[in-house]
T-cell receptor
Framework: DAGVIQSPRHEVTEMGQEVTLRCKPI?????LFWYRQTMMRGLELLIY????????DSGMPEDRFSAKMPNASFSTLKIQPSEPRDSAVYFC??????????FGPGTRLTVT | GNSVTQMEGPVTLSEEAFLTINCTYT??????LFWYVQYPGEGLQLLLK?????DKGSNKGFEATYRKETTSFHLEKGSVQVSDSAVYFC?????????????FGQGTTLQVKP
């Protein structure tokens, strides 16, 4: 299996622009997670889906952030408009029926 | 609620020293417990897991035992190497037939000096 796939791996954008991060979970995994990691705040859970349904989005910082999972093999995290404080590494992870989570390589986002 | 607490770092050790990183949890229900490792510039990788009380997870010389009575899952290694320098995360998770939630501690940085 190819593991969790994220794209792009790096994104540099200007403040105010829309950013879309993409994730393909491991086939057969029913849960998908979006995390954000910064030096200041550590690893933060933004939102997670179970069987394509958003279960907990309490970690989404504000209305500028939105996430979708239209099917079992694809999810997006969108930031519109982006701000410099959104600069971070964004990880997608998926987990199997036993709850074991597998992480993607992350997307390093820089907002200037 | 569900939560995971780890000892604060950084933990600095000399090569071949004994390692313990403490982890305690609170949970409703019966979660699985995990340790993940993150090497510099990389994502999180599963290091070991335990799915029920008294299970011992082990990998690469690291061990942790699921202690329900003390709600703990401490990570240990008998002799650390410089290559073990990384950030270690304790986590608890519920399978997708339950809530599917995966909760991490704040991470503990380990620095091993030659």
């Amino acid at each position: 299996d190819a593991g969790v796939i994220q794209s792009p791996r790096h994104e540099v954008t200007e403040m105010g622009q829309e950013v879309t991060l993409r994730c393909k979970p491991i086939s057969g995994h029913n849960s998908l997670f979006w995390y954000r990691q910064t030096m200041m705040r550590g690893l933060e859970l933004l939102i997670y889906f179970n069987n394509n349904v958003p279960i907990d989005d309490s970690g989404m910082p504000e209305d500028r952030f939105s996430a979708k999972m239209p099917n079992a093999s694809f999810s997006t995290l969108k930031i519109q408009p982006s701000e410099p404080r959104d600069s971070a590494v964004y990880f997608c992870a998926s987990s199997n029926v036993a709850g074991v989570g597998y992480f993607g390589p992350g997307t390093r986002l820089t907002v200037t | 609620g569900n939560s995971v607490t780890q000892m604060e770092g950084p933990v600095t050790l000399s090569e071949e020293a004994f390692l313990t990183i403490n982890c305690t949890y609170t949970a409703t229900g019966y979660p699985s417990l995990f340790w993940y490792v993150q090497y510099p510039g990389e994502g999180l990788q599963l290091l070991l897991k335990a799915t029920k009380a008294d299970d011992k997870g082990s990998n690469k010389g690291f061990e942790a035992t699921y202690r329900k009575e003390t709600t703990s899952f401490h990570l240990e290694k008998g002799s650390v190497q410089v290559s073990d320098s990384a950030v270690y995360f304790c986590a608890l998770g519920f399978g997708s037939s339950n809530t599917g939630k995966l909760i991490f501690g704040q991470g503990t940085t380990l620095q091993v000096k030659p």
